[in-house]
C-alpha cells in the first residue's frame, strides 16, 4: 500500500489518533519479519522501557511472516517483552466494501483464516475491520465510523496504562441464566461470587477503590452474594434483586442511539424486561469505583415460539441500557465479564468483522473487554474475542476425580471379588455368578448387559440361547448349567462395566479463581495424561509400556477387555491401579504439609537426594507386579513429560493475568482445549486462542477417525445386521479444536474420501478413495454444523461440501455409493441437479447459534415434542454450498429430503470434562426424534455416540452412555455431595444435570426409567436431602421438582402415585417458604 501510494486508509487512522492528542509511533518493513521494528521503535532508549502505550498492527497479518511461513513463538517473545496490548485491525481484501456491507457472514473466510486466526495465535485482540475497497477502482478506502471505533478503544487500553488504580472503574459482569430460577452467577465450572471475592480481594490489595465500607478481611461470598441478590431466592425480576440504578426512558434513548431500531421486536421502551414500569432498572450493586452487575436475559426464555419463527433477534431495551450505563453513566475504564458465559457475544450480527449495525459491535461500545473464559472451551472464547472484541482470561476447570463405585454397585464389585477366588469350585462359583445377575437387576446393569449378550451370538449359544440379564429369562436361567467360560465372561461384562464407571472423570465441584488444586486434585489429571501415546513427543503412554512388559498387545487386551474376557478385564484394571499408583508416588515426592505442591522436584535431584535409589515411581511399578515394566528406558521420557504437566497443573496466574490487564498489559496468548490432550492449554490465565484452521484435520486426527469409525460400522452391522445408508452427524468447534479436526475426518471416512494438505500445509485438497481400498459402500453423511463450528471452520464446511458432491458424482454402483444413491433419488424427487440434492452440510442462519431446542427445555415453554422438531428443522436448516462461497441459504426442503434417509444419528464425546448431561448443547442438537418423524416408515434412527476420553476407544447407543452419565454422575455421591459442598451455584449444578437429562427424553427417548426413580430416591424421598437443597438454593430446588413433575407428565417418568402426591406437596411447600423470606 505504501509503495503503490494506496495508504488512505492508514493516514486517516493516523490523523484520527493525532486529532485526538495521541503521539503515533509508524513502523514500516520491506519483509514479513515486524519484531525487529517492534524492538528498534517501540521501546524507549532510556532503560529499555515500552515507549507506547498500545499498538495496532494496520495490515491483519500476523508480526512475523505475514501471510507465509509465522513464527508465532518470536512474535509472542516480542510482544510478551514489550508488555502493552496488540490491536489487529483488518484491511478488506477479498471484498470490496459493498460486497462486505451486505454481507451477512461477513469477513471472507480466506482472510479469516489469514488476518483473524493467525493474529490471535501471537495474541492479537479485537479484528476490527477499518477500510475496504472501493468497487470501481479497487482502491482502499477509510471506513469512517470504524476507525473512529478502533481509534477510541486503542486509546481506552492506552488509558489503562496511564490511570492511577484508585480512579480507574470497573465492571464486572455476571450472567443469570435460566432467569428466575436461583440462577444469578452463572459460569460453566466456576464459583462465581467465591471467584469474585478473590478478584476484589486482589483489587483493593493493588489500590482499586472499594468503598469505604470494603473490608478484605470480612468480605465473603455470601456477603457478596447478598449484596447483589439481597436474598438468595431472587427472581431475576424480582425487586428483591438490588437495583443500581433506575434510568429514565428520556435518558435511555438520549444515551442509547439505535433504541428506536429495538422497537420492532420489543415495542416502545421501556417494555417489560428490566423495567419496573418507568424506568429500565439496572441491577447489580456498587462498591466504590467497581461494579458488580447482573447481565439481563436474552430475552426469549418466556416466549420460545417466537425463536421458531425468527431467524435472528435483537436485544431488549433493558440489555441495552445495561451496556448503556457502564460507558455513558458508569464510565466504566474496563468490563470483566465474568465465567462462560453470557449473551453480548451471541447476539445477531456479522459472524467475522462486525459493522456498525452489529449488536456485539453496539453493546461493546468502546471499553476494553476482559472475559474470564474456561480453558477447556476455545471455540466460544474465540466467539467473545472476534464478535465482542474480548480478551479472554483462561481459568482452570474444576479438578477431576475417579468416579468411583457406591450403593449397589459396590456391592455388585465385591461379588465380582469373590468369584475370583472362586470360579472353579462348582458349588460356590455358580452360586455367585447368580447372585452377581441378580445384584445387576438391582442396580439397573441389567440392560446394559442384555443389550451385548443378544449381539454376541456365540456368548448367547454358550448360554444355552438364555440371555439372564432379560427380566422374563433371568428365573430359568443357572449359572451351574453353563460352562466355566461363559461364567468367565458373564462376570467379565459386569466387572468391565464396573470399572467403565468407576475410572470416568468427574470434576469435583467448582473452581475458584486463583486457586491452583491440591497435590490429591492433581493425580487424576497427570494418570489420563500419562495414558495417552504421545509420538510428537517421543512420549509412550504407561499402560503400552506395561503391556509390552508383559508381552501382551494393548489393543488385544482393550478388545478382549471390551467383549468381557475376564482374564484381561482383570490385566486391566492391574495396569489401571498401578499407573495410579506410580503416577501418586510421582506427585508425592513434591508435595509439602498442606497437600499443595509448592514446587515440583525434578527426578535428577530426587534421584541425587536418595544416593543414587530408584525413583520411587519405578518402586510402586515393581510393587504393583509389574518388576520387568519398572525398569522400562521409556519410563524416563514419559515421568520427565509428567512432572513438567504437574507444574503446568499446579500453576497460577488467573489472577495476576486479570491484574496485568486491567494495567493496561499483553496478555500472553495459548491455546485452549482439553488439558489432558494438549498440557499446553496449562497454566491458565492466559489469552486464549483457538488453531489455524486451515491445519485440520491432521494426519494424526485422520488416523483417529478411522478407528472409530470402523468401530461404528462393526457395532451397527453387530447390533443390526447391516451397514447404515445414512449417518446424520453433528459437528463442534471446541471438540476440533481439541481433536484438531477428528470428527471432520470422521464424515470425511465415511463417505470415503481423504483430505490432503498442500505445500504449506493447509488442508483444502480431496482425494476420493477407490472402493477396493475402501472396502465397504460409501456412507451418506447429514452433517449439522453448530453455530461456532460455522463461524470457526467455515474453509472446512467447504471441504466437506466438496468431499460429499465428490462421492456424489462419483459413476459407481448404486449399492456401494449411498451418497450418490440418496442424491439421485433426491434429484428426481425435487427437480433439481444431483449437485444440488448432494447438499449435506447445514448449519445457522449467519450471526445465529444453536437450535434453540435446549432454551425451550430449560425454560418449560414448550408444547410438544412436534414444536421442538420444528424449531430444530427450521434454525438449522440453512445449506453450506461451496459453489457459492460466502452464502448460507435456508434450504429446509433439502434439509428434511437429507434426515428422512437417515439410519444412524451419531456424535462425539472428546472431553472427559464435559458430557451429554453436563450441557444441553448435545441435545439440543440431536436430530433421532427429528429423523423418526421424516422416515417414511417411522422407524427411529439407532443413536450412537463415540466416547475417545480415553486412550481406549468406545463407541456406544445413546442410552448406554445415558446410563453411564447417570450413573457418574447424576446420581453418584461423590458428584452431588462436592457440589452441595460448593452451596448455591452447587445445587443448581445438580439440577441442571436433571434437567438436561429430561431433555435426553424430549430429543431421543433415551433416557430409562430407572435414571429418574433412583435421582427421585437420591434428592426427595431422603427428607434430609430435601432440607440441604431447600436451605442452598430454594430457587434450584423447586426447578429440580418442577423437572420431575413435568418428566412425568410429559409421559418420560413412570413412578408411583406417591411420588408425584410427595413432589405436589413439596413444590408447594417451597413456593411458601420463597413467598414468605421475599416478604
Request: charged share 25%.
Amino acid at each position: 500500500h505504501i509503495n503503490t501510494g494506496d495508504a488512505g486508509h492508514y493516514i486517516s487512522l493516523i490523523s484520527e489518533l493525532e486529532a485526538r492528542g495521541a503521539r503515533v509511533v509508524c513502523i514500516y518493513s520491506g519483509g514479513l519479519d515486524f519484531s525487529g521494528p517492534v524492538r528498534d521503535y517501540f521501546f524507549s532508549s532510556r532503560g529499555g522501557k515500552p515507549a507506547v502505550d498500545s499498538v495496532i498492527n494496520l495490515t491483519g497479518f500476523a508480526l512475523v511472516g505475514g501471510p507465509a511461513a509465522q513464527d508465532h513463538p518470536k512474535a509472542v517473545k516480542t510482544l510478551t517483552e514489550l508488555g502493552v496490548p496488540y490491536l489487529c485491525a483488518v484491511p478488506l481484501v477479498f471484498q470490496s466494501f459493498q460486497e462486505w456491507e451486505a454481507s451477512e457472514l461477513g469477513l471472507h473466510p480466506v482472510q479469516v483464516a489469514l488476518q483473524v486466526s493467525l493474529p490471535e495465535l501471537d495474541g492479537a485482540i479485537e479484528p476490527i475491520i477499518y477500510a475496504g475497497r472501493e468497487g470501481v477502482t479497487g482502491k482502499s478506502v477509510p471506513l469512517d465510523d470504524r476507525v473512529s471505533m478502533l481509534a477510541s478503544r486503542a486509546l481506552k487500553w492506552a488509558t489503562l496504562r496511564a490511570k492511577e488504580n484508585k480512579d480507574k472503574h470497573i465492571a464486572i459482569t455476571i450472567f443469570s441464566f435460566p432467569p428466575d430460577k436461583g440462577n444469578v452467577g452463572t459460569a460453566a465450572y466456576l464459583d462465581v461470587f467465591g471467584s469474585i471475592c478473590a478478584v476484589a480481594k486482589e483489587l483493593d490489595k493493588r489500590g482499586y477503590d472499594l468503598g469505604s465500607d470494603f473490608d478484605p478481611e470480612s468480605v465473603t461470598p455470601e456477603s457478596l452474594m447478598d449484596a447483589v441478590l439481597h436474598d438468595k431466592e431472587a427472581r431475576f425480576d424480582s425487586p428483591t434483586l438490588n437495583v443500581a440504578y433506575r434510568m429514565p426512558v428520556s435518558e435511555y434513548y438520549d444515551l442509547t442511539p439505535y433504541a428506536h431500531e429495538l422497537e420492532e421486536n420489543w415495542g416502545k421502551a421501556p417494555g417489560e424486561l428490566n423495567s419496573d414500569g418507568q424506568n429500565l432498572v439496572i441491577y447489580g450493586v456498587k462498591l466504590g469505583n467497581v461494579f458488580i452487575g447482573v447481565q439481563p436475559s436474552f430475552g426469549y426464555e418466556g416466549d420460545p415460539m417466537r425463536l421458531l419463527f425468527s431467524r435472528s433477534a435483537s436485544p431488549h431495551h433493558g440489555f441495552a441500557a445495561y451496556y448503556t450505563y457502564l460507558e455513558r453513566i458508569f464510565k466504566a475504564d474496563a468490563v470483566l465479564h465474568f465465567g462462560t458465559h453470557g449473551s453480548l457475544e451471541f447476539m445477531p450480527g456479522k459472524q467475522v468483522g462486525m459493522a456498525q449495525d452489529c449488536y456485539p459491535d453496539r453493546l461493546a461500545g468502546t471499553i476494553p473487554n476482559l472475559y474470564y473464559y474456561a480453558a477447556n472451551n476455545p471455540s466460544e472464547a474465540t466467539i467473545a474475542k472476534r464478535r465482542s472484541y474480548a480478551a479472554t482470561i483462561s481459568y482452570l476447570t474444576p479438578p477431576a476425580e475417579n468416579a468411583g463405585l457406591y450403593k449397589g454397585l459396590k456391592e455388585v464389585q465385591e461379588l465380582v471379588s469373590s468369584y475370583q477366588g472362586l470360579r472353579e469350585n462348582e458349588g460356590r462359583g455358580p452360586s455367585i455368578v447368580n447372585s452377581i445377575v441378580a445384584a445387576s437387576f438391582t442396580c439397573n446393569l441389567d440392560t446394559d448387559m442384555a443389550e451385548f449378550i443378544k449381539t454376541d451370538e456365540k456368548l448367547h449359544e454358550a448360554l444355552g440361547m438364555k440371555n439372564p440379564f432379560l427380566a422374563d429369562e433371568t428365573a430359568s436361567f443357572d449359572a451351574k448349567d453353563v460352562s466355566l467360560d461363559a461364567r468367565d465372561q458373564i462376570v467379565g461384562l459386569v466387572y468391565r462395566k464396573l470399572m467403565e464407571i468407576e475410572s470416568r472423570l468427574l470434576p469435583m465441584g467448582l473452581h475458584t479463581v486463583g486457586v491452583p488444586p491440591t497435590a490429591d486434585e492433581a493425580v487424576a489429571t497427570l494418570v489420563s495424561i500419562a495414558e495417552i501415546d504421545r509420538p510428537e513427543d517421543d512420549v509412550i503412554g504407561l499402560p503400552r509400556i506395561l503391556a509390552n512388559s508383559m508381552n501382551r498387545d494393548l489393543e488385544e487386551v482393550y478388545k478382549n477387555a471390551n467383549n468381557g474376557v475376564l482374564e484381561d478385564v482383570e490385566f486391566l484394571q492391574k495396569i489401571t491401579l498401578a499407573t495410579r499408583a506410580a503416577v501418586k508416588a510421582l506427585v508425592d515426592e513434591s508435595t509439602g504439609a498442606d497437600g499443595r505442591v509448592m514446587e515440583v522436584i525434578p527426578m535428577a535431584k530426587i534421584m541425587a537426594n536418595a544416593l543414587g535409589a530408584k525413583p520411587q515411581y519405578r518402586v510402586s511399578l515393581s510393587k504393583s507386579g509389574f518388576s520387568k515394566g519398572s525398569t522400562d528406558p521409556a519410563l524416563t521420557p514419559l515421568f520427565e513429560y509428567l512432572e513438567f504437566c504437574l507444574k503446568q497443573v499446579v500453576a497460577d496466574n488467573e489472577l495476576g493475568a486479570l491484574a496485568e490487564a486491567l494495567n493496561g498489559k499483553y496478555i500472553e496468548p495459548g491455546p485452549g482445549g482439553d488439558p489432558i490432550r494438549n498440557p499446553a492449554v496449562l497454566p491458565t490465565g492466559k489469552n486464549m486462542h483457538a488453531l489455524d484452521p486451515q491445519s485440520i484435520p491432521t494426519s494424526a486426527a485422520v488416523d483417529c477417525a478411522k478407528r472409530v469409525v470402523d468401530k461404528l460400522l462393526a457395532r451397527l452391522e453387530k447390533d443390526t445386521g447391516s451397514m447404515p445408508e445414512s449417518v446424520a452427524f453433528t459437528l463442534w468447534g471446541t471438540d476440533n479444536i481439541k481433536t484438531y479436526g477428528e470428527s471432520l475426518a470422521q464424515v470425511l471416512e465415511l463417505v470415503g474420501v481423504r483430505p490432503l494438505p498442500d505445500a504449506l500445509g493447509r488442508v483444502n485438497k480431496l482425494q476420493l478413495i477407490p472402493l477396493e481400498e475402501l472396502g465397504r459402500p460409501r456412507v451418506d453423511v447429514v452433517v449439522t454444523c453448530s453455530g461456532v463450528f460455522r463461524d470457526l471452520f467455515v474453509n472446512q464446511m467447504n471441504l466437506l461440501d466438496r468431499a460429499i458432491k465428490l462421492a456424489a458424482e462419483a459413476d459407481e454402483p448404486l449399492d456401494q455409493n449411498f451418497v450418490r444413491k440418496h442424491a439421485l433419488q433426491q434429484a428426481e424427487e425435487m427437480g433439481c441437479t444431483v449437485r444440488d440434492a448432494a447438499t449435506r452440510v447445514f448449519s445457522n442462519a449467519a450471526g445465529s447459534y444453536s437450535a434453540n431446542v435446549g432454551l425451550a427445555i430449560e425454560n418449560g415453554g414448550w408444547e410438544s415434542e412436534n414444536q421442538l422438531q420444528d424449531q430444530f428443522i427450521q434454525r438449522k436448516g440453512f445449506a453450506f454450498n461451496s459453489d457459492k462461497p460466502g452464502v448460507i441459504d435456508q434450504q429446509t426442503e433439502l434439509f428434511k429430503a437429507a434426515l428422512s434417509t437417515v439410519d444412524v444419528t451419531f456424535q462425539n464425546l472428546d472431553s472427559s470434562e464435559i458430557s451429554i448431561s453436563d450441557v444441553s448443547h448435545y441435545y439440543d442438537s440431536d436430530p433421532t426424534k427429528v429423523v423418526q418423524g421424516l422416515r417414511k416408515d417411522g422407524r427411529s434412527p439407532a443413536a450412537m455416540m463415540a466416547d475417545t476420553t480415553t486412550a481406549n476407544a468406545q463407541v456406544r447407543t445413546l442410552s448406554e452412555t445415558v446410563r453411564l452419565d447417570a450413573r457418574t454422575k447424576l446420581l453418584n455421591p461423590k458428584f452431588y455431595e462436592g457440589m452441595l459442598n460448593s452451596g448455591y451455584e452447587g445445587a443448581r449444578e445438580i439440577t441442571k444435570r436433571l434437567r438436561n437429562t429430561m431433555g435426553w427424553s424430549a430429543t431421543s427417548g433415551a433416557v430409562d426409567n430407572f435414571v429418574y426413580e433412583d435421582a427421585n430416591d437420591t434428592f426427595i424421598k431422603d427428607p434430609e436431602m430435601q432440607r440441604r437443597l431447600l436451605d442452598t438454593n430454594p430457587n434450584a430446588f423447586r426447578d429440580m421438582v418442577t423437572t420431575f413433575l413435568e418428566a412425568n407428565g410429559r409421559g418420560y417418568w413412570d413412578t408411583d402415585p406417591e411420588n408425584i402426591d410427595r413432589l405436589q406437596e413439596l413444590y408447594q411447600e417451597i413456593e411458601d417458604k420463597i413467598e414468605g423470606v421475599a416478604s
